[in-house]
């Protein structure tokens, strides 16, 4: 899906978090959002979301303001959060939560339920209460649970923060294989440059509530046009 991000202005307490942020996403592209804590990101993706509705500007997802998406444009989206949710249920009701609501039939739900599991390296587990999951493991499931929708855009915020390698690399696989496989567009917050560099062809720069440049990640990365993404880049900035 197409979004576009329209002098998107949101403040909080008189406080501005975000300030007229206009951003371009194209149909099927992967979209890395990197910034320090605090810049906005988690905000943006949230609006985008419908998750929250107080702001000014727009946001456009196909042509169709999120204002006015309704049940269509939702269920066209999926979104893993930082912390990864899960439900206390066994895993299969997790994974198998939204096709319930979207009424999939049994046979088709147990097939699409498996095959996004053995992607995520959690084959056999469908009787396990999700609450006995690791932290890593939690995230895959809840990661699965938006994969098997197979939406058409699927929002990240930190998905891999606080997992460790193996975690890190069966989610990273589903990012790319759900971006190349169903042509899913893909925005993802992430605070590694190296994941950025590993899934994404473009990123965007974001800080103190501005969207302060966006880029191939080659441009992004080697040759900034601003100070602020040079000194991120670098290193240099502490955060
Ligand atoms: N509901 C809220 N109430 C008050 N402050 C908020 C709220 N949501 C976000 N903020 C503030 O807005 C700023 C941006 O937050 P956030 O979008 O979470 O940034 P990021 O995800 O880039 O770290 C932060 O300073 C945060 O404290
Ligand atoms: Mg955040």
């Known amino acids: 899906m197409m979004i576009s991000v329209r002098g998107l202005s949101k403040s909080v307490n008189g406080r501005a978090i975000l300030k007229n942020v206009c951003l371009e996403v194209g149909e099927g592209e992967a979209l890395a959002l990197v910034g320090p804590n605090g810049a906005g990101k988690t905000t943006l993706l949230r609006i985008i979301n419908m998750l929250d509705t107080c702001y000014e500007g727009e946001v456009l997802i196909n042509g169709i303001n999120v204002r006015e998406g309704g049940t269509m444009l939702r269920r066209s989206m999926a979104m893993v959060f930082q912390k990864p949710v899960v439900f206390s249920m066994n895993v299969y009701d997790n994974v198998a939560y939204g096709l319930r609501l979207r009424k999939v039939p049994r046979a088709e739900m147990d097939e699409r339920v498996k095959e996004v599991l053995a992607l995520l390296d959690m084959s056999g587990r469908e ?113």
């Open 127 to 239: 009787r396990e209460p999700a609450r006995h999951l690791s932290g890593g493991e939690a995230q895959r499931v809840a990661f699965a649970r938006a994969y098997v929708l197979k939406p058409k855009l699927l929002l990240l915020d930190e998905p891999t923060a606080n997992l460790d390698r193996n975690n890190v690399a069966i989610i990273e696989k589903a990012i790319r294989n759900i971006n190349e496989r169903y042509g899913t567009t893909v925005v993802m917050v992430t605070h590694s440059l190296q994941q950025a560099r590993r899934l994404a062809r473009r990123m965007a720069f974001m800080m103190d509530g501005e969207l302060v440049e966006a880029g191939s990640i080659q441009k992004m990365l080697d040759d900034p046009a601003d100070a602020r993404t040079r000194a991120f880049v670098s290193g240099d900035m502490v955060f």
